[in-house]
């Protein structure tokens, strides 16, 4: 059994994952509550889901780009739990875990998260095999800076779209918006992510293991 923890943004998500089936999952926005919330909610779907802590094997943890304290909150607990229950843990950037929910396409693929200070987390994807495969490392944009990436592209955009980005990217006539239900980030695909790097041996070193966060002319994004 293994739990996947997300809290790369105000969109927090919990799954619980066996291989075979998401036996839960929860995903709800917070106001900034990660400290209040998460603890609790893991304590809920555990009970829900008719589990206590010591059935879990391990931990799945989305690893940012996002809000630099919103991460700490969640690499934080995912490391309590791993080091009293002595799990494994399995780091995952949070945005390959957009796009593993999207289907396989021709053009190119761009994931956005919300990032703080106005700016967006934006990783560009392209098909490779029978997965998405990230070219290069995310990076940070305003709204125009990622308008100015996409010009003339014929991609795809998922993920934390706000309503002003949405009317502003539908300008761009080559650019095809997932839905706001396509773009939701759901747990139990981290959840799939982390299980098969765990089975295949991948496992991260547990106080080492760090947040991805951006940078802009040497700061930090939060």
């Known amino acids: ?3 996947a923890v997300d809290t790369s943004t105000q969109m927090m998500g919990l799954a619980l994952y066996d291989g075979d089936r998401v036996l839960g999952e929860m995903v709800w926005q917070t106001r900034n509550h990660h400290t209040v919330e998460l603890a609790p909610a893991v304590d809920s779907l555990l009970k829900r889901c008719g589990l206590a ?23 934080a607990l995912v490391k309590g739990m791993a080091l009293g229950l002595h799990l494994p843990v399995v780091g995952v950037p949070t945005l390959d875990v957009l796009a593993a929910a999207q289907p396989l396409a021709r053009s190119p693929l761009v994931c956005v998260l919300q990032a ?3 700016r967006m987390a934006v990783g560009w994807y392209t098909p490779g095999g ?4 990230a070219q290069g490392e995310a990076h940070g944009a305003t709204l125009a800076e990622l308008e100015a990436e996409l010009d003339e592209q014929t991609v795809t955009v998922c993920g934390e779209l706000t309503a002003e980005t949405r009317q502003a990217l ?7 918006l997932a839905s706001p239900a396509q773009g939701l980030r759901r747990p139990s695909y981290l959840a799939e992510l982390a299980w098969n790097r765990w089975q295949s041996g991948q496992t991260d070193e ?3 293991l ?5 940078h802009v002319a040497g700061v930090g994004l939060s």
């Open 130 to 133: 029978a997965r998405w495969e």
């Open 53 to 75: 802590s010591d059935a879990l094997s391990a931990l799945g943890v989305a690893l940012g780009p996002g809000s630099f304290t919103s991460l700490r909150i969640g690499l």
């Open 206 to 208: 547990v106080v080492g």
């Open 210 to 214: 760090s947040p991805i966060y951006l």
């Open 170 to 176: 539908r300008r761009h006539k080559q650019v095809t």
């Open 1 to 3: 059994m293994l739990m």
């Open 116 to 118: 703080g200070r106005s």
